[in-house]
């Protein structure tokens, strides 16, 4: 069974701010997901990796497979970023998603 | 861009009633999903269809779950006698090629 841990599980930061949201998990993976998920309770899909880094626009995600570690950051941060952020991994050639808990971020004027 | 609907966005039921959530995959999508999150908690994996099947369920979804693609559009998650512990925001998601689509939820609450 695979366990997804996020930190921090709250966060608030101030407009402009640099922000990094980590991901661990604890078996080996076939990707790892990062979502967004907003007041209103839908869910977005930001990336899916496998290895090394993606970048979009202010969001740039990065994984490292042998540290089972990934990490979420978003540049120059504007209140419109206030949202859950999630992680989910997929196991082996399951295409079923494991969730971490998510981090509540707030970004203030 | 396409995307993953879901209806209604929130239904109010009776416990015991019967209750039908459905959803419209994206048409090229392979996979189809429901997951299921509880207020204040994160989310958790029902089950997964794939080929016209089940390909994976979770301890939740048991004999009072299940799932039909009826018309090969329509993705439905059939609840047969509702608990107040069902109350949950469920999501309907598709994927191909790994990229994932989520729908917007529906919210249910069983009274």
């Known amino acids: 069974k695979n366990e997804v841990e996020q930190s921090p599980q709250n966060l608030t930061a101030q407009e402009g701010e640099f922000i990094t949201i980590n991901c661990s998990y604890s078996v080996g993976i076939s990707a790892l997901h990062w979502l967004q998920q907003h007041p209103g309770g839908g869910i977005v899909s930001l990336f899916m990796l496998s290895s090394g880094k993606k970048k979009h626009g202010r969001l740039i995600a990065t994984i490292n497979i042998q540290e089972k570690h990934s990490s979420l950051h978003i540049t120059a941060s504007h209140p419109r970023d206030s949202a859950v952020y999630i992680c989910a991994v997929r196991t082996g050639t399951a295409s079923k998603l494991t969730f971490g808990t998510g981090t509540r971020l707030q970004v203030t004027l | ?111």
Not at chain 2, 20 to 28: A, D, G, K, Q, T
Not at chain 2, 47 to 57: M, P
Request: proline share 4%; with cysteine.
């Open chain 2, 1 to 111: 861009e396409p995307e993953v609907t879901q209806t209604p966005s929130h239904q109010v039921t009776q416990m015991g009633q019967e209750v039908i959530l459905r959803c419209v995959p994206i048409s090229n999508h392979l996979y189809f999903y429901w997951y299921r999150q509880i207020l204040g908690q994160k989310v958790e994996f029902l089950v997964s269809f794939y080929n016209n099947e089940i390909s994976e369920k979770s301890e939740i979804f048991d004999d009072q779950f299940s799932v039909e693609r009826p018309d090969g559009s329509n993705f439905t998650l059939k609840i047969r006698s509702t608990k107040l512990e069902d109350s949950a925001m469920y999501f309907c998601a598709s994927s191909r090629a790994g990229g994932y689509t989520f729908g917007s939820g529906t919210r249910l609450t069983v009274v």
